[in-house]
């Protein structure tokens, strides 16, 4: 089971609802947490009660200057 988190968004729900189908389809479990802003999100990364966190733009580990060596990774997708 991989567990994605996001902030609070109208966006996240439909985004993170097509995720899960497309994990599902190759066999991978997601489960998905909305957090109600990004420290939130930042601080249960950081507790890894999420495997991944997502961020609509940017990036909130480097904006919030908690992306410490090895702690996180950065991973891209654009459309």
């Known amino acids: 089971m991989v567990r994605l988190g996001g902030a609070a968004s109208p966006t996240y729900v439909s985004i993170f609802r097509g995720l899960q189908a497309h994990f599902?389809?190759?066999g991978i479990e997601l489960d998905w947490v909305i957090y109600?802003?990004?420290?939130?999100?930042?601080?249960?990364?950081?507790?890894r009660?999420?495997?991944?966190?997502?961020?609509?733009?940017?990036?909130?580990?480097?904006?919030?200057?908690?992306c410490k060596r090895g702690y996180c990774r950065t991973i891209s997708c654009n459309s």
């Open 36 to 47: 109600s802003d990004y420290d939130a999100l930042v601080e249960a990364f950081a507790r």
């Open 24 to 26: 599902l389809q190759h």
């Open 49 to 66: 009660e999420i495997d991944l966190a997502s961020k609509e733009s940017g990036s909130p580990w480097e904006a919030g200057g908690r």
